[in-house]
């Protein structure tokens, strides 16, 4: 079935460093991709939307500066956390869906990067 | 605009017993669909199940059973004769057909703990 890969796991880095995380679809093409955050013991809240070849559409509060998404091609997209601090300490998750199958197919969840700052 | 609530932040059982997990959800959409998802320690989420706005009929896989009432707005989850492997927190999410690309929208998850 379809199969999401998120780099790293993890990741654990001085504040003020700049921590990439990838997300590719194995076999399949995703124009979207979705990028999560959750705290620990809360919920997952949406972040940003990734478009393929045009501009993220980040959720209000999200800072686009801060959380660099690039979509650059049908299986690949990237957030970029810049100059992380330890506030931005988090478990960011990704999602994309083979929309070949149209509405009627699930999201695919990469396994998730664990992101902490100290 | 959607929402999900769990209401149960926290269930702890005796392994065997039966649990449900509720979900009720919000939506001006008519076309939509529902689903659970399954996070266990290590932090990947689980796809259990999804289901759409115009098929009301109640699922079952294996332990699993999923009641979908719209007359209630609500998606439960029941895991009968549970077992320690079930421990993890279950999500239940909504998307609705006019989001192209299918954004969901989470609850805030119940964490359910299964003793021996």
């Known amino acids: 079935g379809a199969v999401v890969s998120q780099h790293p796991s993890r990741v654990i880095c001085k504040s003020g460093t700049s921590v990439k995380i990838e997300c590719r679809s194995l076999d399949f093409q995703a124009t979207t991709m979705f990028w999560y955050r959750q705290f620990p013991k809360q919920s997952l809240m949406l972040m940003a939307t990734?478009?393929?070849?045009?501009?993220?559409?980040?959720e209000q509060g999200v800072e686009k500066d801060k959380f660099l998404i690039n979509h650059a091609s049908l299986t690949l997209s990237t957030l970029t956390v810049t100059s992380a601090h330890p506030e931005d300490s988090s478990f960011y998750i990704c999602?994309?869906?083979?929309?070949?199958?149209?509405?009627?197919?699930?999201?695919?969840f990469g396994d998730g990067t664990r992101l902490s700052i100290l | 605009a959607q929402k999900v609530t769990q209401a149960q932040t926290e269930i702890s059982v005796v392994e065997k017993e039966d649990v449900t997990l509720d979900c009720v959800y919000e939506t001006r959409d008519t076309t939509y669909y529902l689903f659970w998802y399954k996070q266990p320690p290590s932090g990947e989420l689980v796809f259990l199940i999804r289901?759409?706005?115009?098929?009301?009929q109640n699922e079952i896989s294996g332990r699993y059973s999923w009641n979908f009432q719209k007359s209630t707005s609500s998606f439960n989850f029941t895991i009968t004769a549970s077992q320690v492997v079930d421990s993890a927190v279950y999500f239940c999410a909504l998307s609705e057909a006019k989001n192209a690309g299918n954004m969901l929208t989470f609850g805030g998850g119940t964490r359910l703990m299964v003793k021996p």
């Open positions: 289901r759409n706005s115009f098929d009301e």
């Open positions: 999602s994309a869906r083979d929309q070949t199958g149209g509405f009627n197919q699930p999201q695919h």
């Open positions: 990734s478009n393929e070849g045009s501009k993220a559409t980040y």
